[in-house]
T-cell receptor, first 114, second 113 residues
């Protein structure tokens, strides 16, 4: 079974600084997708970024980028120029190509210090 | 356009009562998922629908849990004879197809007293 591990239960970052959230996963498959979701206190799960495993290029969305290391099964999220609104729980998730649901990590709670 | 909506936003019920949670997916999305998020836990998959069919019910924790989807749109998750351990946030997500990005609703927070 696929598993997703987020080794940092909590992280903090100064406003305007950069922070990296870690995620590793375990799979024997070669075709899959990886996601980062953000869950603020409102509990709405918001998609931050998506990466297709077959793409070597790291996905980027404005201040958010990933470092995807397929061989190492690592998928970290970098947040640049951190803002107060970035404070939230961040979940890493894996989706096997086909018809299976998302498998989530336990999450990392990010605090942004003004 | 409108996102995924869920109702009620919050539900408080007494142990032993039945509850129904509703999910309205994004228009045109054929796949619909239910997840449960318990306090301090990650997200646990419950069931998903492709159209009106539920190919994977493996995540339903007991036979007290059931779900249906009608017209390829609205889905209802029913919990019978609720127990205190059912207290959680129930999240619904939808996607255009099963291989596409899932978009989540705001969730229903269920508290069983």
């Amino acid at each position: 079974a696929q598993t997703v591990t987020q080794s940092q239960p909590e992280m903090s970052v100064q406003e305007a600084e950069t922070v990296t959230l870690s995620c590793t996963y375990d799979t024997s498959e070669s075709d899959y997708y990886l996601f980062w979701y953000k869950q603020p206190p409102s509990r709405q799960m918001i998609l931050v970024i998506r990466q297709e495993a077959y793409k070597q290029q790291n996905a980027t969305e404005n201040r958010f980028s990933v470092n995807f290391q397929k061989a190492a099964k690592s998928f970290s999220l970098k947040i640049s120029d951190s803002q107060l609104g970035d404070a939230a729980m961040y979940f890493c998730a894996y989706l096997l190509s086909g018809n299976t649901p998302l498998v989530f990590g336990k999450g990392t709670r990010l605090s942004v210090i003004a | 356009g409108a996102g995924v909506s869920q109702s009620p936003s919050n539900k408080v019920t007494e142990k032993g009562k039945d509850v129904e949670l509703r999910c309205d997916p994004i228009s045109g999305h054929t796949a619909l998922y239910w997840y449960r998020q318990s306090l301090g836990q990650g997200l646990e998959f419950l069931i998903y629908f492709q159209g009106n069919s539920a190919p994977d019910k493996s995540g339903l924790p007991s036979d007290r849990f059931s779900a249906e989807r009608t017209g390829g749109s609205v889905s209802t998750l029913t919990i019978q004879r609720t127990q205190q351990e059912d207290s959680a946030v129930y999240l619904c997500a939808s996607s255009f197809t099963v291989q596409e990005t899932q978009y989540f609703g705001p969730g229903t927070r269920l508290l069983v007293l």
